[in-house]
Structure formats: C-alpha cells, structure tokens
C-alpha cells in the first residue's frame, strides 16, 4: 500500500531534522529581522506624512511608524538602506526554500487540528509561509520590473510586509530558545559521540522529533552538506546581484538583475535611468527651449521661468548618486543647476527656512509624476533643480531640460522633466 504524505514514513530524507531546521531558521531570525529595518527605513525615506501623492499605503493608521523626516546626510544613505534591503532579500531566497522543504511534514501532519492551541499555532503558520512567499515573490517580480500582481506594489507589499513579519515574530519568539537548544545539545553530543555519529543532529538512541523521518532513506548529502549547497545558493544569488548598487566593472556581475550590465551608452549622461522619456511619454515639443517653462509658486506669487532665465541665475553644483527602490544606483554624479533654496527665495520665502514643495512632472501617468519635498530637503544647498550632468545639459532620459536631485532622497522623489514647483505647507 502507498504511503501518503501524512505518514511520517513518507518523507524519507536523512537530511530533516532538528539540528538542520535551526539552524536555517536563526539565519532568517537575523536576515529577516534586518530586512525589516530597512524596510521600514524605505518606507519612511518617501517621507509620507508629508502629502497624499508621497504615501502609497492609505488607511495604514498605525501600521505607518512615521517617526521622522528623512534626512538629506549622509548623501548615500537611501543607497545603502535599499540596497542592502533588496541585495539581503535576493540572498535569503534560497535559505527560505530550504527552511520550508525541512519542515514540509508538518503540513501534512494528522489530525490537522489537535485542539483550540494547535489550531491557533496552524494558523500562525499560514500566515508566515504565505506572508513570507508573498513578501519575497512580489519583492523579486518588483526589482526584476515585471508588475504581474494585482494593484499597486507599495501597500501589496508594505500590508504583506505587516502580516509576514507580526507571523514571524510570534514564531520567532516561541521557537528561537528551542531552536537555540537544539545547536547547543547537538554539538555536545557530537563531541562526546562523534565517532558514532554519522552527521550532527541525528544522535543514536535519542527519541525522533517530528521531523526525523523513522525510516530515512539512504544518504546522499550530509547536513553539513546541504547547508554548503544552501549557502552557495545564496552566495551566487548576491554575486549576481549586489553589483547594481555599483558602476563601471562590479555592474557587469550583476547578471540577474535589470540595471546590471554595461553602462548605457557613452558620455555625461551614460548612466542608468528607470524609465526613458518615451515610455514616460514625453512630447520632445513641450520640451522644446521655446515651448517649455517652469512654473514656481509661492507666498509671493508665481513666476515663470525659460531655462535661459534658468541658466542666469546663480548656478551651483552638487556630486550625488540616484538609488531606486528596486536596489540599484549609480555612484556619484556631478549636478549642476538652481539650489530649490534660491527658488522658493524667488516666490517670497526666507532661502534658509524655506517650507515644503510639491514638484510636478511634464510626465502625465504613472506613480510619482507628483511628489513632494520636505522643507529640510529644500534648504540643503545640495538639493538642485538640475540642467545639467557631467557638464553637459541633461539629456531628453535623464529629464531635460530641468530635473531635481536631491541628496539621499529615493530614485521617484528626483522628479524628471519638471513643469511646476509649489512652495508652501502641503
């Protein structure tokens, strides 16, 4: 008679146990635990309790945890947050596949409700394997650019993000001394017996955990081994990753990952873009020298600007990187152009306590064709309304012919092909 998956019998491996499980599941305790910090700090570098445009997560109450204004120092802050944040989570992935393949039994285990505890710790698990798939699956699809699940990724993932992480917490707290336990006895048992143990964590006499299997298969791989095998998953998971979040040579290794590769194209403006003027639907005749004009508003009215008036204004330049949400940046770039100061100065208000702005784009679709700034971004002499990039004008893809930059701001929040700047509180 065939086993089914219930029968303890049926999943034969040697390489399940308790030795094993922990510890894969004390990687995800510490990776999974910084995932979330950076997560959050992601989610607080779009600053949104700042303006509606800014926040893609409405109705969070107070899942938010919006605690301050993001700052503008250091300029590479956002590069390494995000980056770190997604290049960890694309690591992670094969240790997450295994830890679920270690403990598949316990899916299939019967009776699949013992009692009113067991069916709340049920459920507890459900809600972290399917966060957790959830969470790293739409994390992957963003990066790789491919927008398949439905609505928007910001609150898909940011509520996912909440569920995921309030299920791995609570696992976390009931399972973390057990299964720090388990690696203290098993490496003292494997000192005492190692001559008669085949690999740790399966210890002769001992009574079987519900993951040992009672019959295990012949060995094919120790556990050392599988963990070698988990390991280098993820080490050429991160080799193929990490070096978007780098330019000349170290992006060419990043051959899984949409901004890997070569540099596009040559020049000043030879570097990564998320989305080119076409696709973002840009008409070259509104941003023709005689049809376009920035539009400034403020206490003191409203002015409208050619970029040759533009270019007679006092000019100031600024080295800084872009970094996006998806992980990728570039290093530091040379900006030139009008500090957002000197602006708001021109529609009434003090350059050094100058308030918020609301920026929007000639682009007319898409998320982030508005976006707001807080007033300690606009007063950082860095933060430029740029019009040129290693000393040449911006080109139509890098948001000719004004964009702005501001330091360690997200990717979305540096506004290409501005039309309109309003100054005031949002």
């Given at each position: ?232 998953g993820s080490l050429l998971l991160f080799a193929t990753t990490a070096g ?103 529609v009434g208000h003090d350059p050094d306590h100058a308030p918020d702005v609301l ?68």
């Amino acid at each position: 008679m065939p086993r089914l998956p219930s029968s303890p019998a049926f999943w034969r491996s040697p390489v399940r146990g308790p030795w094993f499980t922990s510890v894969l599941g004390l990687v995800l305790l510490v990776g999974i635990g910084v995932l979330f910090v950076t997560g959050l700090l992601s989610y607080a570098a779009y600053n949104p309790g700042l303006a509606g445009v800014n926040d893609k997560t409405p109705g969070k109450g107070l899942l938010g945890l919006y605690l301050f204004a993001w700052p503008t120092r250091p300029v590479w802050l956002y590069r390494l947050t995000q980056g770190a944040h997604v290049t960890l989570g694309v690591t992670l992935v094969p240790v997450l596949l295994a830890k679920l393949w270690s403990v598949v039994p316990k899916l299939f285990a019967l009776p699949p409700v013992r009692s009113l505890a067991h069916a709340l710790e049920r459920l507890s698990l459900l809600l972290l394997v399917g966060g957790g798939l959830f969470e790293f699956t739409t994390g992957i699809l963003n990066i790789q650019l491919d927008y398949v699940f439905p609505g928007s990724f910001y609150p898909l993932h940011f509520y996912g993000a909440w569920v995921f992480f309030a299920a791995f917490l609570a696992h976390a707290a009931l399972k973390t001394p057990a299964a720090l336990r388990n690696l203290r006895d098993l490496r003292g048992e494997h000192r005492t017996q190692q001559a008669q143990l085949p690999d740790p964590g399966q210890h002769v006499g001992a009574p079987r955990d519900e993951l040992t299997s009672p019959e295990p298969g012949p060995p094919t791989v120790s556990r050392r081994g599988a963990l070698g095998v988990v390991g280098g998953g993820s080490l050429l998971l991160f080799a193929t990753t990490a070096g978007r979040g780098f330019d000349g040579p170290l992006r060419e290794t990043a051959l899984l990952a949409p901004h890997g590769g070569p540099e596009p194209g040559a020049g000043p403006g030879a570097f990564q873009i998320n989305k080119t003027a076409r696709v973002a639907g840009i008409d070259a005749r509104e941003t023709a020298e005689e049809n376009w004009r920035l539009v400034v508003e403020g206490r003191g009215g409203t002015v409208r600007l050619t970029r040759a008036e533009l270019l007679r204004l006092p000019l100031h330049g600024a080295e800084l990187p872009i970094a996006c949400v998806e992980g990728w940046s570039t290093s530091d770039q040379p900006w030139r152009g009008v500090r957002l100061r000197d602006l708001a100065a021109l529609v009434g208000h003090d350059p050094d306590h100058a308030p918020d702005v609301l920026v929007e784009s000639l682009q007319r679709h898409g998320s982030f064709r508005r976006a707001a700034l807080r007033a300690n971004q606009v007063c950082d002499p860095r933060s430029l309304l740029a019009l040129f990039v290693g000393g040449a004008p911006l080109t139509p893809d890098h948001g000719y012919p004004a964009r702005v930059i501001v330091p360690a701001a997200p990717g979305v929040l540096n506004t290409k092909w501005v039309a309109r700047m309003t100054f005031g509180d949002l």
